[in-house]
């Protein structure tokens, strides 16, 4: 239990800094997605069945905090959460001693995914609602889309090893308050 606690904290002050600290870092919609690449991480290494709430919760909490329509994010991280366990049991268990190569591939798979989502149901939401404020697939013209790709495999081959010796001390800690 204080295991989860400490990850939610963990998460919730990641999520503070995307919003906060690179949203003005970085100029509108090109700010890296630390989340994004957490929530990758995290299905392809533990699965579905163990990411799922972590993506609704994250999402949850991204949304919240980025005053954007509640739900946008939730939808996006599950359904990129289930796409990259989907891949993972395909590809990093025939490429296993090449899942850091594979895994940053589904990174760029799920920046992808994640704008293409989240310009959908803006989109959708748009069509429904009173206001008419545009949003379209123009990004994926621009040079924008790609430099947030790049960032996002930037951010992910900076934090990747981070995560795995974060996940291997918690593991550690667990089977010492097992013994104990």
């Known amino acids: 239990m204080r295991k989860k606690i400490l990850a939610l904290i963990l998460i919730f002050l990641i999520v503070v800094i995307q919003v ?3 949203a003005n870092l970085f100029p509108k ?7 994004l690449v957490l929530i ?16 609704i919760t994250v999402g949850f909490i991204l949304d919240i905090l980025s005053l954007g329509i509640v739900g946008f994010n939730m939808i996006s991280f599950l359904l990129i959460s289930l796409q990259t ?3 993972a049991k395909k590809f990093l268990v ?5 899942d850091f190569f594979v895994i940053m591939i589904f990174v760029a ?4 995914v994640n704008e293409f989502i989240t310009v959908s149901l803006f ?32 951010i992910f081959i900076a ?11 918690f593991q550690r800690h667990s089977k010492k308050s097992v013994i104990q």
Request: aromatic share 22%.
């Open 29 to 35: 919609h090109i700010a890296p997605n630390i989340i």
């Open 40 to 55: 990758v991480i995290w299905s392809a290494k533990e699965g579905f069945k163990k990411s799922w709430p972590w993506a």
């Open 85 to 87: 366990d989907y891949f």
């Open 123 to 154: 989109q959708i939401t748009n069509f429904f609602s009173m206001s008419k404020t545009m949003m379209s697939f123009k990004m994926f013209q621009t040079g924008n889309f790609f430099l947030q790709l790049l960032y996002n495999i930037i």
């Open 20 to 22: 906060s600290f690179l």
């Open 109 to 112: 798979l799920g920046t992808i």
């Open 94 to 98: 025939a490429y296993k001693t090449a």
């Open 159 to 169: 934090i990747y090893w981070l995560v795995l010796k974060f996940k291997n001390v």
